[in-house]
């Protein structure tokens, strides 16, 4: 008990450190914690909460402090036998690259929804390529792609190049099920920033959130999110959150951290 009073100091004192940065950060134009120093606190956050609990359902403990949002990120693995619960094969209900293409079931309904809001709107070229991903699926394509740099660099430096392609196992949000990547035939349904010309990521990017996506990995925030630009990867995070993250123009790193310390809470 006394452990736990010393855990719930220690916790306020770096949260109250942590929301003076964010409140700080809206002096300028958008909001945005610097990246080291959150990742560092997210890391600490995650460790004191794998002391203090015992951790259900194979998820990042750090996920403790805002249940409702499954973070996954290069500090917050998910277990590898994690599976969502249930599972829709969104091809058999809209247009994809692949046979079949799971998504936990409540991204799948959102997803169909979107993409047939999409039609109605003329765009009817947008196609999903890739969704849930299991631990050794990942582990095999993030192995060629450090296969891949280390054609060009040494391995060390190959390492953490691939894991900001392909992330590293255990630390993809595609193995979550609330991820889905998406291209459309004026790209050639392929995975390229070029995505971002599209007529499908300008109508994502100005209604995605109107059903519960984001843009998980935006330009210019590598640092914060561990992972290139991705036009292409959708997140799913449910309405309410996604309308909070598009509204302010944070990733979902800093939304978390904010939305832990109850800057939504009213
Ligand atoms: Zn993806």
């Known amino acids: 008990m006394k452990r736990f009073g010393v855990f719930l100091l220690i916790f306020c004192i770096i949260f109250s450190a942590a929301l003076t940065t964010v409140y700080g950060q809206q002096a300028n134009s958008r909001l945005r914690v610097v990246s080291s120093t959150f990742n560092r606190f997210i890391d600490m956050l995650s460790e004191s909460a794998r002391t203090y609990w015992d ?7 750090v996920n403790i402090l805002a249940p409702d949002i499954l973070l996954v990120n290069r500090d917050n693995p998910i277990d590898r036998y994690y599976r969502p619960e249930s599972m829709i094969d969104i091809a058999r209900y809209v247009r994809s690259t692949r046979h079949s293409l799971y998504l936990e079931e409540n991204a799948a309904r959102a997803y169909i929804d979107m993409v047939n809001s999409m039609g109605d709107a003329g765009i009817t070229d947008i196609a999903a390529v890739s969704g849930f991903r299991d631990f050794d699926h990942q582990t095999r394509i993030h192995n060629a792609e450090i296969n891949r740099q280390a054609n060009r660099f040494p391995r060390e430096e190959a390492r953490w190049r691939a894991a900001m392609i392909v992330a590293a196992p255990g630390t993809s949000e595609h193995q979550s099920g609330l991820a ?54 959708l997140r799913y995070v449910g309405i309410d959150h996604a309308a909070r993250i598009f509204e302010s123009g944070l990733t979902l790193e800093e939304y978390f951290i904010a939305y832990a310390g109850g800057i939504w809470s009213e």
């Open 55 to 61: 951790i259900q359902d194979n998820i990042p403990a």
């Open 180 to 233: 889905v990547d998406v291209s459309s035939a004026e790209v050639g349904f392929s995975l390229t920033t070029r995505f971002e010309n599209t007529r499908s990521f300008r109508w994502l990017s100005q209604y995605a959130h109107n059903y519960g996506f984001i843009i998980r990995y935006p330009r210019d925030s590598t640092e914060i999110t561990g992972v290139i630009f991705e036009p292409w990867h």
